[in-house]
């Protein structure tokens, strides 16, 4: 099976002419809006990709008159009562077959070779999200679906967030930060393999439920494939176009529990929320001082957005407590006692994460991380792409590891029989082995430094801060009046200058006249020497 690194699908290179062999299953949740649903199922019947490799579900989500379908369409009309774009889509998922699930909604025109550009991708590798271009149409709606469909609703306006994130990144394959944003319900295909394992849409969520549907997507080894060629024209503006700030404010009240990727979402110091950003992994059988010693400071960290998972046979302990120190369970019992009311603590009997966590850290318990230890290790991850960061201590047989999820579960995808799991994990992310010291991780476990001893360090660095700018200022005071001394001593030596200048002139006047003086002298001596040698009578 191929091997996409990251999100460069580039190396897939699907052929122009394929034999297909896929079935898909064209979602459309509907909500009334019967004359634009006729629009879009005759655009479903025009496509170039075998009917009989086609199958069309429309979800009726309780209009009122109920929605009917055109004579002799080839879709399949189920009715979904609990309202909300979710739910009828997960009730056409309920009801799907195909090897391929494509959300395509109600106001969405496919041009008519749409669905097989979007296969043509889904046969080249079984781990795609591929979407579609669509542009926004104002035009007035045909009564019937016309054959230049170009003709009919240009001019029409791109989807600019979209095409925006596509140029920014190579059409995706620089590996953004989050190409799970590329899953919009509007016309994107995603392999059925893949929906299996995310979960269907939540159905919590009011606005938003294509993102993180994408980003769970993206948590079980997606890759995010933008397709120009399926092409179609949504019929009129959607609500975030009308109302972009409105639902943000919705959106983003919801997502950010969700999509621990949305960290510009939280920003709070101290909360939790439903995934977590980070989960550590322990043995919880390992000793009480050695667990305790590895949990408190994990909860210590830096990474506020952290949560643990204990493993250990934790329910066959029983009540029976009248010789505790005799008790061959006593230090599972200390450790369950101990965490049991710790809310981001908890205790199991296996250690498998949430698979919507991003980062999984799996410690020996002993192995002490620093304060700033596991935000170092992230960051090392984040930075070069890494789906494997392994931590060697001397001390400790068992490595520590530091593990994208994302990265692990598109390994299980392509990984050969028999293959380890981190070789394949290398080949599509990446895998760095550091020396577990270098981060900060030791065998002794440090001074904690609480809420209030926190916020007593940042109050006297604030002051130190206040203080040093306080003195900065008056420095800054000093050379300027440093400055302007300068200026005033620069122009006391220009007149100085000037000064010298005149009285050198004058010297040099008075040089000349006292010359000029001696020479009248000289010439008035010499006529008077020359009178006396002639005398009185010559």
């Not at 250990?312 to 005799?326: E, I, N, Q, V, Y």
Request: aromatic fraction near 6%; charged fraction near 25%.
């Amino acid at each position: 099976m191929p091997r996409v690194r990251g999100n460069d699908y580039r190396v897939l290179r699907p052929p122009a002419h394929f034999t297909p062999e896929l079935r898909v299953s064209v979602v459309v949740p509907a909500y009334g809006a019967q004359d634009k649903l006729d629009l879009v199922l005759q655009g479903l019947a025009r496509q170039t990709y075998p009917a009989e490799l086609t199958e069309i579900i429309v979800v009726d989500n309780g209009s009122t008159p109920p929605l009917r379908l055109p004579e002799g369409s080839a879709a399949r009309l189920v009715r979904c009562e609990r309202p909300g774009r979710a739910a009828a889509r997960n009730a056409g998922l309920a009801e799907a077959s195909g090897d391929v699930i494509h959300w395509l909604d109600s106001d969405v025109v496919l041009t008519p070779g749409a669905v097989e550009a979007h296969m043509r991708w889904h046969h080249a590798a079984p781990y795609l999200s591929v979407t579609g271009y669509i542009r926004f149409t104002s035009a007035p709606l045909p009564a019937a679906l016309p054959d230049d469909l170009e003709a009919a609703f240009e001019p029409a306006e791109p989807h600019a967030w979209l095409v925006g994130l596509v140029e920014r990144t190579d059409g995706l394959t620089d590996n953004p930060a989050r190409p799970f944003s590329l899953h919009v319900g509007g016309a994107t295909s995603v392999s059925a393999r893949l929906v299996e394992a995310a979960g269907p849409m939540d159905e919590d969520l009011i606005v938003g439920q294509d993102t993180e549907m994408g980003y769970r997507l993206a948590q079980a080894g997606a890759v995010f494939v933008p397709e120009p060629r399926a092409r179609a024209y949504h019929l009129g503006p959607t609500m975030r176009m009308r109302e972009q700030r409105r639902v943000d404010r919705v959106s983003h009240a919801f997502v950010a529990d969700r999509i621990p990727a949305y960290q510009w979402l939280r920003t709070h110091p101290a909360r939790q929320w439903k995934v977590p950003y980070v989960t550590a992994v322990l043995d919880g059988t390992a000793g009480y001082e050695a667990v305790r010693a590895s949990v408190d400071a994990l909860l210590a960290s830096t990474v506020v957005d952290l949560s643990v998972l204990l493993t250990g046979p934790w329910d066959t302990l029983d009540g029976d407590r009248r010789a505790p120190l005799k008790d061959p369970d006593l230090d599972l019992v200390l450790v369950q006692g101990h965490y049991a009311h710790e809310p981001r603590v908890r205790l199991a009997a296996a250690g498998e994460a949430d698979p919507s966590v991003p980062f999984v850290l799996r410690l020996p318990a002993g192995l002490v991380p620093g304060e700033d230890s596991v935000a170092r290790l992230v960051g090392l991850a984040r930075a070069e792409g890494l789906g494997l960061v392994e931590l060697r201590s001397p001390g400790h047989d068992v490595p520590a590891r530091l593990e994208r999820a994302s990265s692990f579960a598109r390994a299980r995808l392509v990984a050969r029989p028999g293959e380890p799991l981190d070789d394949a994990v290398a080949d599509v992310s990446g895998v760095r082995r550091v020396e577990a010291g270098a981060y900060g991780f030791g065998d002794e476990p440090g001074e904690l430094m609480g809420r209030r001893a926190a916020y007593q360090a940042r109050v006297q660095a604030q002051a130190e801060a206040a203080r040093r700018a306080k003195e900065n200022e008056r420095l800054r005071g000093q050379v300027t009046r440093w400055r302007d001394e300068a200026a005033r001593w620069r122009r006391s030596t220009v007149e100085l200058r000037r000064e010298v200048s005149a009285l050198r002139r004058e010297l040099h006047a008075a040089e000349r006249a006292q010359r000029a003086r001696r020479g009248v002298r000289a010439l008035l001596a010499g006529r008077v020497r020359r009178a006396l040698r002639r005398g009185p009578h010559d």
